[in-house]
């Protein structure tokens, strides 16, 4: 009879229990279903699918990307007596033969290997004629061209459904995001897959992010007052920002020490990141190339100068922050310069225009969570596609609830112009329209006739744009992303529309001023 989940659990992996909603994960693929699994780093993806390879006949087929990997993920699972190999190009001819007898004898449990072995005839074969339990597709996300890991190999595996249909098959990820999320399901023919997204949250982290007008002054006051003797990371934007704040931070007395591309090796990993893991109290100011494969638990504060070109990035930079489960800090100054600074990076790379679209929206997306007068964490998970049902309680709009103005006029008048419009126009457009501006292509679809043309004259563009983040921000507003960036209304925007619910955005001396002007004009 086929051993337990949890019996496997113990006595092969030897753990206490399931994490988050691992067991309902392998239970669901236990029983042949499909998946798609969307989980951080480090989160447990891949006990989703060695346990079920276990509990279920035949060879799990386990599709990953990371060759370099394959070689200490096998090695680990033969230690604790599950057995697993691998087909890859390090094999010599007589270890992948015997591999490949072994798979048919039905001696395998797991068994990894790269798409673009799997994709060739003879493997496919192959596994035609081996009894297989389940196909685990693991970084998941190379199939999506929305992103930077974009893996062409993987837009074949849709031949998988149909070749081996009945298999279960779980695409794995930890890159969660709605466009991704559809790429996944449609790349890989997962359509009827039912999703699992677990473990964003970073209870812990304490999200802090605020315009100050003097940021370096802020940080050194965030360093002495609340996290002296402590080790963290700063993030700038450019290496001549990195070098200028390493010294002023050393010239206060802060231990901090510089890390970008631009320094020799030597001194950037021997000195730099040795002193940062093994000294108390360093502060690295560092480009983003700093932090991958890094593993420091006790980094109690990530401080970003810049902001971070997408929500992604910012949660992997905040995510080095508190590993160890104490409280830590995530904290952030960011100012309308910086935003202009990225966007004008963004439009001087050399990019696809498809591409830098997507860039632009991505960014969008993290102003919004710059914004956002509600809960951070509830807004940063629900990006991600996971739910926190009440606000956290830790993060800066939970503790100390921002100034804000009422803004469910302007939301209303937003969402009905997104609406009258027949919800197929972007952000532009539909300012556009609300600012009664005199434009043919507004003439030729008629829209000057409708009755939200010109209703938002007294709000400058700029507060528009924050309107529309802030619907978007808070779900109200969904972003066709890949396609156009048309605004849609999600079904959380009915109470608003209706008048039962409000909406308030942070008050910010810009607005203020803003605001007056608009008054007088
Ligand atoms: P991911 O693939 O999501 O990045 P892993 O599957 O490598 O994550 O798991 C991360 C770490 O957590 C591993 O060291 C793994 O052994 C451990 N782990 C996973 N699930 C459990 C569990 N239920 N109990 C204890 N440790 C776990
Ligand atoms: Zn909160």
Same mark, same amino acid.
């Given at each position: 009879m086929a051993r337990s989940?949890?019996?496997? /659990?113990?006595?092969?992996?030897?753990?206490?229990?399931?994490?988050?909603?691992?067991?309902?994960?392998?239970?669901?693929?236990?029983?042949?279903?499909?998946?798609?699994?969307?989980?951080?780093?480090?989160?447990?993806?891949?006990l989703c699918y060695q346990i079920p390879a276990l509990v279920?006949?035949?060879?799990?087929?386990?599709?990953?990307?990371?060759?370099?990997?394959?070689?200490?993920?096998?090695?680990?699972?033969?230690?604790?007596?599950?057995?697993?190999?691998?087909?890859?190009?390090?094999?010599?001819?007589?270890?992948?033969?015997?591999?490949?007898?072994a798979l048919t004898d039905g001696e395998l449990d797991l068994l990894y290997m790269a798409p673009e072995r799997l994709l060739t005839e003879r493997t496919l074969r192959l596994l035609g004629?081996?009894?297989l339990s389940l196909f685990a597709i693991d970084e998941a996300h190379c199939v999506s061209q929305w992103g930077h890991d974009f893996r062409p190999e993987y837009t074949q595996l849709d031949l998988l459904a149909e070749r081996f249909a009945g298999i279960?098959?779980?695409?794995?990820?930890?890159?969660?995001?709605?466009?991704?999320?559809?790429?996944?399901?449609?790349?890989?023919?997962?359509?009827?897959?039912?999703?699992?997204?677990?473990?964003?949250?970073?209870?812990?982290?304490?999200?802090r992010i605020g315009q100050f007008p003097d940021a370096r002054g802020a940080l050194l006051r965030l360093i002495e007052e609340e996290h002296p003797q402590d080790a963290g990371i700063v993030y700038c934007l450019s290496r001549r920002k990195v070098e200028a /704040?390493?010294?002023?931070?050393?010239?206060?007395?802060?231990?901090?020490?510089?890390?970008?591309?631009?320094?020799?090796?030597?001194?950037?990993?021997?000195?730099?990141?040795?002193?940062?893991?093994?000294?108390?109290?360093?502060?690295?100011?560092?480009?983003?190339?700093?932090?991958?494969?890094?593993d420091k638990p006790d980094v109690r504060f990530v401080a970003h100068l810049d902001l971070p070109k997408s929500i992604e990035a910012y949660y992997q930079e905040t995510g080095r922050a508190g590993r160890d489960g104490l409280p830590a800090t995530a904290w952030m100054?960011?100012?309308?310069?910086?935003?202009?600074?990225?966007?004008?990076?963004?439009?001087?790379?050399n990019a696809e225009e498809r591409h830098k679209a997507i860039e632009r929206r991505k960014l969008e997306a993290m102003l919004g969570l710059c914004?956002?007068?509600?809960?951070?964490?509830?807004?940063?998970?629900?990006?991600?596609?996971?739910?926190?049902?009440?606000?956290?309680?830790?993060?800066?709009?939970?503790?100390?609830?921002?100034?804000?103005?009422d803004a469910t006029l302007a939301a209303q008048q937003a969402m009905s112009a997104i609406y009258r419009t027949g919800q197929r126009f972007g952000v532009n457009y539909l300012i556009d329209v609300l600012r009664g501006s005199d434009s043919t292509r507004i003439r030729d679809f008629g829209h000057d006739r409708l009755k939200v043309y010109g209703l938002g004259q007294d709000l400058a563009a700029t507060r528009w744009r924050s309107v529309f983040r802030q619907l978007v921000a808070r779900g109200l507003v969904s972003v066709d992303v890949e396609g156009?960036?048309?605004?849609?209304?999600?079904?959380?925007?009915?109470?608003?529309?209706?008048?039962?619910?409000?909406?308030?955005?942070?008050?910010?001396?810009?607005?203020?001023?803003?605001?007056?002007?608009?008054?007088?004009?």
């Amino acid at each position: 009879m086929a051993r337990s989940p949890l019996d496997i /659990l113990h006595s092969v992996f030897g753990y206490h229990g399931f994490r988050g909603q691992q067991e309902t994960i392998i239970e669901h693929v236990v029983n042949g279903s499909d998946a798609l699994v969307l989980m951080p780093t480090g989160g447990g993806k891949s006990l989703c699918y060695q346990i079920p390879a276990l509990v279920r006949p035949g060879a799990g087929i386990v599709i990953s990307p990371l060759i370099a990997l394959m070689h200490d993920q096998v090695e680990a699972l033969r230690q604790n007596g599950v057995r697993a190999a691998y087909l890859n190009s390090t094999l010599t001819l007589d270890e992948a033969r015997a591999t490949e007898q072994a798979l048919t004898d039905g001696e395998l449990d797991l068994l990894y290997m790269a798409p673009e072995r799997l994709l060739t005839e003879r493997t496919l074969r192959l596994l035609g004629r081996a009894r297989l339990s389940l196909f685990a597709i693991d970084e998941a996300h190379c199939v999506s061209q929305w992103g930077h890991d974009f893996r062409p190999e993987y837009t074949q595996l849709d031949l998988l459904a149909e070749r081996f249909a009945g298999i279960p098959r779980l695409a794995l990820t930890a890159t969660a995001d709605e466009p991704t999320r559809r790429d996944i399901r449609i790349g890989l023919r997962l359509e009827q897959a039912r999703a699992f997204v677990d473990g964003f949250d970073r209870p812990n982290i304490r999200y802090r992010i605020g315009q100050f007008p003097d940021a370096r002054g802020a940080l050194l006051r965030l360093i002495e007052e609340e996290h002296p003797q402590d080790a963290g990371i700063v993030y700038c934007l450019s290496r001549r920002k990195v070098e200028a /704040l390493a010294t002023w931070l050393q010239d206060r007395g802060v231990k901090a020490l510089p890390y970008h591309a631009g320094l020799p090796s030597e001194t950037r990993r021997r000195h730099h990141q040795e002193r940062f893991l093994r000294e108390d109290g360093v502060v690295i100011v560092a480009t983003i190339a700093f932090g991958m494969g890094i593993d420091k638990p006790d980094v109690r504060f990530v401080a970003h100068l810049d902001l971070p070109k997408s929500i992604e990035a910012y949660y992997q930079e905040t995510g080095r922050a508190g590993r160890d489960g104490l409280p830590a800090t995530a904290w952030m100054a960011y100012g309308l310069q910086g935003v202009l600074t990225l966007r004008q990076m963004l439009e001087a790379s050399n990019a696809e225009e498809r591409h830098k679209a997507i860039e632009r929206r991505k960014l969008e997306a993290m102003l919004g969570l710059c914004e956002i007068t509600s809960c951070r964490r509830q807004a940063l998970l629900y990006y991600f596609g996971d739910r926190l049902e009440a606000p956290c309680g830790n993060c800066d709009n939970c503790l100390e609830p921002p100034a804000t103005w009422d803004a469910t006029l302007a939301a209303q008048q937003a969402m009905s112009a997104i609406y009258r419009t027949g919800q197929r126009f972007g952000v532009n457009y539909l300012i556009d329209v609300l600012r009664g501006s005199d434009s043919t292509r507004i003439r030729d679809f008629g829209h000057d006739r409708l009755k939200v043309y010109g209703l938002g004259q007294d709000l400058a563009a700029t507060r528009w744009r924050s309107v529309f983040r802030q619907l978007v921000a808070r779900g109200l507003v969904s972003v066709d992303v890949e396609g156009h960036g048309s605004l849609r209304l999600t079904d959380a925007a009915r109470p608003v529309l209706r008048g039962d619910e409000t909406l308030s955005l942070r008050q910010d001396p810009e607005s203020k001023k803003q605001r007056r002007a608009a008054r007088q004009a």
